[in-house]
């Protein structure tokens, strides 16, 4: 059994969705897991925004608005009545529901049932469509398995039993729809995966069924050697490691989830990037097995906050590092690049909601210092074999660039150095020219 994934521009309008049958439509067993249309969760978001405002007639306006979208597409998507008002009765239903909050009450549960529409909306009309030409498939609902525990970690025991029983029901069955994204909670409440989280769905359900492979089909060929949007000139890398993978993604390489390489790494299933727009092409294959070795790509995570802790206690002191890191675990903030001197120790995290209550437990130690709006740019490739050069390149490239910390020699595939946030473009583009060559 395969799983393949396509994002919300796969998806995006009756065109693409119905281009997807070539895709999809032969006899291979599999299941197919979709994001919402595109525009759709962002056009969610603003509506649920307005609710937590109460600003309900904007609200309404929003829903009005993704409306009018979804009834323009399904005219074109179908051509039989009966699919025609199939899709436009499941439209009216999702909508009907929508703007049930703006005369209701609205809390953060209701958010994520708003967040959760576009998914649902997505598999039902492809299903429909399917349903139209002729090709027998069968809707997963991800709300019966996907689920998450009160760590907000995916429950691999629960997916894996809870999607075995839906898969039993349909035995005879080859091709599955299921939503990306969402998920219930260890409260059974409608959550989701986090922006992006459609990556991680597929990649959960491949570990949960050991599929064979797990294809995300975007719109982009593959993993490029640096960020399409940030700089001119990139190429896909063909091959790359579970390892340099998780890295990119991890550190902003925004075509995979953050940690979307994880459960299919742990099950040593291969994950392939490909290219609805150009099937053709031959993609990144994931795998666990490294062909080549040097520098592959670049990838930068903004938004990144440093802190300083400067203490006087930490001479010679073992056990000082621990206390620090008992901060941030007691706060649930994962610290992302580390770097210490015999005074002081900086590091940086990415999610700064309970920032002001561990300055305050870290003062405790001495003198904290915050800097905020930093990028982290990360370099990835396999630096195991020949362990010359690769620093000398990155810090050549980058010579004109202030860089504030440097992490090198925790994993063999990883330099990450941190940059003010408004340097990350001009470092990304001095790297594609030190690196890569390209100008
Ligand atoms: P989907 O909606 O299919 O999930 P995304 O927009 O999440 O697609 O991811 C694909 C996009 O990721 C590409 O259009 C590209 O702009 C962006 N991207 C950022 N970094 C990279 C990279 N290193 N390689 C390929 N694409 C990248
Ligand atoms: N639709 C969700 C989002 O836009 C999930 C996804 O596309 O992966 O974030
Ligand atoms: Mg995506």
Not at 27 to 38: E, R
Not at 252 to 257: R, Y
Not at 359 to 368: C, R, S, T
Not at 375 to 404: M, Q, T
């Amino acid at each position: 059994m395969q799983v393949l994934k396509f994002g919300g521009t796969s998806v995006g309008s009756a065109e693409r969705m119905q281009a997807l049958v070539k895709l999809v439509a032969n006899p291979h067993p599999k299941i197919v897991v979709l994001s919402a249309m595109s525009g759709t969760t962002n056009a969610l978001v603003e509506i649920a925004n307005a609710l937590y405002n109460k600003e309900p007639g904007k609200a309404n306006e929003l829903i009005k608005k993704l409306e009018e979208k979804y009834l323009t597409e399904v005219a074109k998507l179908y051509k039989a009545e009966v699919s025609l008002n199939k899709g436009k009765q499941l439209i009216n239903y999702h909508f009907d529901y929508l703007r049930s909050f703006t005369l209701d009450m609205f809390t953060s549960n209701e958010e994520k049932a708003i967040l959760a529409q576009g998914e649902l909306l997505s598999t039902a009309l492809f299903h429909f469509y399917l349903e139209e030409i002729g090709v027998k498939s069968v809707l997963l609902p991800s709300l019966n398995f996907m689920r998450i525990d009160e760590n907000e970690e995916p429950d691999l025991t629960y997916i894996e039993n809870n999607l075995q029983l839906e898969l039993a029901k349909n035995q005879e069955a080859n091709l599955f729809i299921t939503q990306g994204y969402i998920c219930r909670n260890a409260f059974g409440e409608i959550d989701n995966l986090k922006r992006g989280g459609s990556d991680y769905t597929a990649s959960l359900i491949g570990a949960a069924i050991r599929a064979e492979e797990v294809q995300i089909w975007t719109d982009i060929d593959g993993m490029h050697n640096n960020d399409p949007r940030v700089v001119n000139k990139t190429h896909p890398i063909h091959e790359l490691s579970f390892d340099e993978a998780a890295e990119l993604a991890y550190f902003g390489a925004k075509i995979l989830h953050p940690t979307c390489i994880l459960p299919a790494q742990k099950r040593n299933i291969p994950v392939r990037l490909l290219n609805t727009m150009q099937p053709q092409a031959k993609g990144t294959i994931i795998t666990s097995s490294n062909h080549n070795t040097g520098i592959k790509a670049v990838a930068a995570k903004d938004g990144i906050t440093a802190i300083n802790i400067k203490s006087g206690r930490m001479l010679l002191a073992y056990g000082f590092l621990r206390s620090v890191f008992e901060v941030f675990e007691r706060h649930k903030t994962p610290i992302d690049m580390i770097t210490t001197s015999e005074v002081a120790v900086s590091l940086t995290i990415d999610n700064a909601t309970n920032l002001p209550a561990i300055i305050k437990e870290l003062e405790a130690f001495g003198n904290v210092e915050i800097d905020k709006d930093q990028a982290i740019i990360c370099i990835v490739g396999d630096f195991s074999g020949e362990k010359k050069g690769y620093a000398n390149k990155v810090f050549d490239a980058l010579k004109e660039i202030p860089i504030r910390m440097i992490s090198y020699g925790g994993s063999a595939h990883n330099i990450s150095v941190l940059v003010n946030g408004d340097q990350k473009k001009d470092a990304l583009i001095a790297l594609n020219k030190g690196i890569f060559n390209y100008n």
